[in-house]
């Protein structure tokens, strides 16, 4: 850190007036007719005014501040200090004995007043957004109508989680149950229903899948034909590895099967895979039952 200006605690007065001191001194005490109490006497004078001289130097003002460069500067007159340290210099300054200069109050006037018209325009602005969020308040989207109205799968063979007839078992007569429904979601535009068995010992069981069917039919009749298209629709190979329906095959212990139609947003698919029914799907219905 560099330091500037006077530095403390003397000046050029007091090191001029220790030279003329100890000059004098020097030849004193080179005398060889001087004795010791001379000698004493006069050392103790010399050292009496040097001490003096130390007190006037530090009883001077004396001005210290710090520039933006970390550089140090002394002074002892205020007006010799930039404006923009003087305020350092007031809150710390090197001793506490010096009185405050005057400072003009006229010089400080012009700099409070860029502070009121901030405030006067603070003012003006802040009852604008004010007022515009008061508007926006009751202005609140309508909610649309919700449709209370339930998409919903039955048969008219069998109620929901009752017992499927056994004319309807693989073992049986293998007949697809009719099945119909009803308030299908807006914008259906086809239909995808399968029959599956979600708690086989082996993991879900799939006995039916016949997709595309028309958004204008609302219902299947007993004994869809296992063929691969029927009427417009589509169906798939079960996991008995036939085309179309394959009833529930049960030696006696009751399981449990699930009918399940999925209303998608386009007219046709190529094949019902998870991933087609999850992107286009609307809403589905399900019905349940049990065998035999």
């Given at each position: ?88 210099v007031l809150k710390q300054r090197t001793r506490k004995n010096v009185q405050k200069p005057p400072v003009s109050i006229k010089k400080s006037e012009p700099e409070k007043a860029p502070p009121k018209e901030k405030k006067i325009e603070q003012e003006e602005k802040v009852p604008a957004p004010v007022s515009a969020k008061k508007v926006e308040i009751p202005v609140q989207p309508k909610q649309k109508p919700e449709n209370k ?144």
């Amino acid at each position: 850190m560099e330091q500037h200006g006077r530095k403390p605690p003397g000046g050029v007065r007091e090191r001029i007036m220790a030279l003329f001191l100890l000059s004098p001194t020097a030849k004193f005490l080179s005398w060889k007719g001087v004795g010791m109490k001379a000698r004493r006497v006069f050392l103790s004078c010399v050292i009496f005014f040097s001490f003096a001289l130390c007190s006037s130097a530090h009883s001077q003002e004396l001005y210290r501040w710090v520039d933006t460069d970390g550089n140090v500067h002394y002074t002892t007159r205020f007006e010799r200090i930039p404006k923009q340290y003087r305020d350092q210099v007031l809150k710390q300054r090197t001793r506490k004995n010096v009185q405050k200069p005057p400072v003009s109050i006229k010089k400080s006037e012009p700099e409070k007043a860029p502070p009121k018209e901030k405030k006067i325009e603070q003012e003006e602005k802040v009852p604008a957004p004010v007022s515009a969020k008061k508007v926006e308040i009751p202005v609140q989207p309508k909610q649309k109508p919700e449709n209370k109205s339930k998409f919903m799968l039955k048969s008219p063979t069998f109620s929901d989680k009752g017992k499927i007839p056994s004319k309807y078992g693989r073992r049986s007569g293998n007949l697809s149950p009719p099945l119909t429904w009803e308030n299908p979601p807006e914008g259906t535009k086809s239909y995808v229903l399968t029959l599956t068995e979600p708690e086989a010992p082996g993991g879900p069981f799939t006995h039916w899948v016949i997709y595309n069917i028309s958004a204008n039919q609302a219902n299947l009749p007993e004994g869809v034909p296992r063929k691969i298209s029927v009427d417009g629709a589509q169906q798939t190979r079960n996991d008995f590895n036939g085309i179309g329906y394959g009833g529930p095959d049960s030696t006696g212990e009751v399981r449990k099967y699930l009918f399940r139609i999925v209303a998608l947003d386009v007219q046709k698919i190529r094949k019902p895979r998870p991933e087609t029914l999850r992107d286009h799907f609307l809403g589905e219905a399900t019905l349940t039952a049990f065998y035999p």
